[in-house]
């Protein structure tokens, strides 16, 4: 299948002044950002020299940025191709901030990549700890999430120290972090800014996108998401959304590496996204406007009290030993109180009705465009 690794094949020995920067190598860039770049990448707040991410490369090092990742295999391919790929030759790397906080349910993750003409502010998307998907539930309840803030906080500090034309982007949580960051960063960083770049990445309240800082960084948003999309269309839309090929059923297509790459080095579009996907949009949508604030805060609360079972759960946890942690579901749900059983499973109901309603409303309409708003 073609994907990022066939684009570093194919297109890594050519220069972005013969293959411009394009939107794979922005993915590319995002995949890089949810490796284990901790102790190798200089934190923003030591003002260390920026390192050759292909310098780095031993076997060592590779196998040190892949170990627990949700990709293992493929990130050490990946990096293996990457380190002798003349595109990347002079790519560096800096002011790696990364944010845990268990008191905030914060996940927060961020790294620079220094190329010759412009940088690129990558945010990392949900990671592997289960407070990192709280944190992306909480985007359905708060007006802004802790990570919003800081991503705003880290876009204004580095382009305050590089002063170069930016690309700004990021997959999952990371695409939404980029366009709010986008959004909302001082007017000179906004004058650098060439591309927002949002892989997959939820959606927003809609005071966002009735907002002038919305409409005025809107030229510059490109949104991509699989066709059987389900983390992209979260919460609200009203920005294009660029629908592309992928491989794997429902929530595997949000893996980078399902998504499918043209042989000029492009994404392969799709006309629609599938039925079940603008279903399940369409059924979050209406599930945010009959709930309350209230009843969606309960409703997560209980819902992470069930699957984490320590602060710093994750879900290769739950792979590595899935009937024990299964269990551990079980047992943690049955020391509810009896009104916290009956108000779970009574938005769990609200919820599948709603499902039931826009899966028949969805097999009705017949979309005949590759780009469509949800």
Request: glycine share 6%; hydrophobic share 35%.
């Amino acid at each position: 299948m073609k994907n990022i690794i066939y684009f570093l094949k194919k297109y890594g020995n050519q220069s972005f002044h013969v293959v411009p920067f394009n939107e794979v190598d922005s993915l590319i860039l995002c995949q890089i950002t949810y490796l284990n770049l901790e102790g190798i990448v200089p934190e923003e707040e030591n003002g260390a020299s920026a390192v050759s991410l292909c310098d780095l490369l031993d076997e060592k090092t590779i196998e040190r940025l892949s170990v627990d990742t949700l990709d293992y295999q493929k990130n050490k391919k990946m990096l293996r191709i990457l380190k002798n790929c003349g595109r990347y030759e002079g790519l560096r790397m800096n002011y790696l901030k990364n944010h845990f906080n268990y008191e905030k349910e914060e996940q927060f993750f961020s790294v620079t990549f220094l190329f010759e003409d412009f940088i690129y502010v990558g945010y990392r998307g949900t990671d592997i700890t289960l407070l990192g998907w709280k944190e992306d539930f909480n985007m359905a309840i708060l007006d802004v999430v802790p990570a919003q803030k800081d991503a705003i906080t880290y876009l204004n500090e580095v382009e305050q120290k590089e002063q170069k034309p930016l690309y700004v982007g990021g997959h999952s949580k990371g695409g939404n972090l980029a366009l709010y960051a986008g959004m909302f960063c001082e007017e000179f960083v906004q004058k650098k800014m060439i591309r927002i770049y949002n892989h997959d990445g939820p959606g927003f309240n809609k005071k966002i996108y009735q907002s002038l800082e919305f409409q005025k960084m809107k030229p510059l948003h490109f949104k991509t998401t699989p066709q059987q999309a389900m983390i992209g269309i979260l919460l609200y839309h009203e920005e294009e959304i660029t629908f592309i090929k992928s491989k794997g059923l429902g929530i595997l297509q949000h893996d980078p590496y399902h998504w499918r790459v043209t042989k000029d080095g492009h994404f392969q579009l799709v006309k629609n996204p599938t039925q079940m996907s603008l279903a399940f949009g369409k059924s979050i949508q209406s599930f945010l406007e009959k709930t309350t604030v209230e009843e969606r805060t309960h409703f997560v609360d209980l819902l992470f009290k069930i699957f984490m079972e320590k602060p710093d759960s994750t879900v290769l946890d739950i792979k590595r030993r899935p009937f024990r942690y299964f269990r551990g579901m079980r047992t943690r749900y049955r020391v509810f109180t009896v009104e916290e059983r009956k108000e779970f499973k009574g938005i769990l109901k609200k919820y599948r009705l709603i499902w039931k309603t826009s899966l028949k409303e969805c097999k009705k309409q017949n979309k005949n465009t590759s780009k469509v708003n949800l």
